[in-house]
């Protein structure tokens, strides 16, 4: 009986340990979105404290005023905003100036604070053809690519959906977004790779992924249908396509950019975490 009750014990300690220990992650450098942490009433030390003690270092879309708590904490600013709001981009010309001499500010930034990636959004069309929207982002970007490729930080132009969250965005399809690449011809211009997004617009996420993996730095995550949690609830198949991804020799991150909708935040984020463990 004590044998029993000392076995029972033992087991239920080694199940709490478990539960508070750090998640492995595998071949792939993973990281976070701050819609992660969801229901968690953290502060955003509190949320970089977490990340740590489960031993997540990147963390999306945080601007420099966030830097030095994530260096506190080992935190990497994995993918700095940009220096435009999602509808008004670099596919219009009357922005450029603006758009870049605050690009060139924050490759700076970027670069000073070892963060390897910059946002870059093409805008909404408001009637511009492909053929308009490609030149004006072209254009653009060929201001920029040199002081990226001077400073090392990759400009990565996000492939969104326009069915379903951003109507009217013109970088929609991972065709557009890699012809832009091509262009500018820089190995500091690629593309954000987002998985949620591009499921939506086009499918066929891990032949797309293996076709064009030369044009993608970064790729993100969520649950599809609703941008949630990576769950049996949902479609995408996050382990097939992370091991794709790993098999390429990625080297960069992939950033969980869901919003956890049933299950607490912790539990949700270790889940996602180990879909894409491989």
Same mark, same amino acid.
């Given at each position: 009986?004590?044998?029993?009750?000392?076995?029972?014990?033992?087991?239920?300690?080694?199940?709490?340990?478990?539960?508070?220990?750090?998640?492995?992650?595998?071949?792939?450098?993973?990281? /976070?979105?701050?819609?992660? +942490?969801?229901?968690?009433?953290? %502060? +955003? &030390?509190?949320?970089?404290?977490?990340?740590?003690?489960?031993?997540?270092?990147?963390?999306?879309?945080?601007?420099?005023?966030?830097?030095?708590?994530? *260096?506190?904490?080992? #935190?990497?600013?994995?993918?700095?905003?940009?220096?435009?709001?999602?509808?008004?981009?670099? !596919? %219009?010309?009357?922005?450029?100036?603006?758009?870049?001499?605050?690009?060139? &500010?924050? =490759? %700076?930034?970027?670069?000073?604070?070892?963060?390897?990636?910059?946002?870059?959004?093409?805008? !909404?069309?408001?009637? *511009?053809?492909?053929?308009?929207?490609?030149?004006?982002?072209?254009?653009?970007?060929?201001?920029?690519?040199?002081?990226?490729?001077?400073?090392? /930080?990759?400009?990565?132009?996000?492939?969104? !959906?326009?069915?379903?969250?951003?109507? %009217?965005?013109?970088?929609?399809?991972?065709?557009?977004?890699?012809? /832009?690449?091509?262009?500018?011809?820089?190995?500091?211009?690629?593309?954000?790779?987002?998985?949620?997004?591009?499921? =939506?617009?086009?499918?066929? #996420?891990?032949?797309? #992924?293996?076709?064009?993996?030369?044009? +993608?730095?970064?790729?993100?995550?969520?649950?599809?249908?609703?941008?949630?949690? #990576?769950? =049996?609830?949902? &479609?995408? !198949?996050?382990?097939?396509?992370?091991?794709? =991804?790993?098999?390429?020799?990625?080297?960069?991150?992939?950033?969980?950019?869901?919003?956890?909708?049933?299950?607490?935040? *912790?539990?949700?984020?270790?889940?996602?975490?180990?879909?894409?463990?491989?």
């Amino acid at each position: 009986m004590e044998r029993r009750l000392f076995l029972a014990g033992t087991a239920a300690a080694a199940s709490a340990a478990n539960a508070t220990a750090a998640p492995a992650q595998g071949r792939l450098k993973q990281g /976070v979105c701050g819609g992660v +942490f969801r229901g968690s009433n953290l %502060d +955003f &030390e509190g949320q970089c404290k977490a990340l740590a003690e489960l031993g997540i270092h990147a963390y999306d879309l945080q601007g420099p005023d966030k830097f030095p708590i994530m *260096k506190k904490y080992g #935190i990497v600013p994995s993918m700095v905003p940009g220096s435009s709001p999602l509808a008004n981009g670099v !596919n %219009d010309k009357s922005l450029h100036a603006e758009i870049i001499k605050r690009s060139h &500010e924050l =490759i %700076d930034i970027s670069a000073a604070a070892g963060a390897p990636n910059m946002i870059i959004l093409s805008g !909404n069309r408001r009637g *511009k053809s492909d053929a308009e929207g490609m030149d004006n982002t072209v254009a653009c970007l060929n201001e920029l690519k040199k002081h990226a490729e001077d400073k090392g /930080v990759t400009l990565c132009m996000e492939l969104l !959906n326009s069915k379903v969250n951003h109507p %009217d965005y013109q970088c929609d399809r991972t065709a557009w977004g890699v012809e /832009v690449c091509k262009r500018v011809a820089s190995p500091r211009v690629k593309l954000l790779y987002d998985i949620y997004h591009m499921q =939506i617009m086009e499918g066929d #996420i891990i032949r797309t #992924i293996r076709d064009n993996f030369q044009w +993608f730095a970064h790729f993100h995550t969520a649950g599809n249908p609703g941008r949630n949690e #990576i769950s =049996i609830d949902q &479609e995408l !198949n996050y382990k097939g396509i992370a091991k794709a =991804i790993a098999d390429l020799g990625y080297k960069g991150f992939i950033c969980h950019e869901y919003s956890p909708k049933v299950k607490p935040w *912790k539990e949700a984020l270790l889940e996602a975490v180990e879909s894409c463990n491989v």
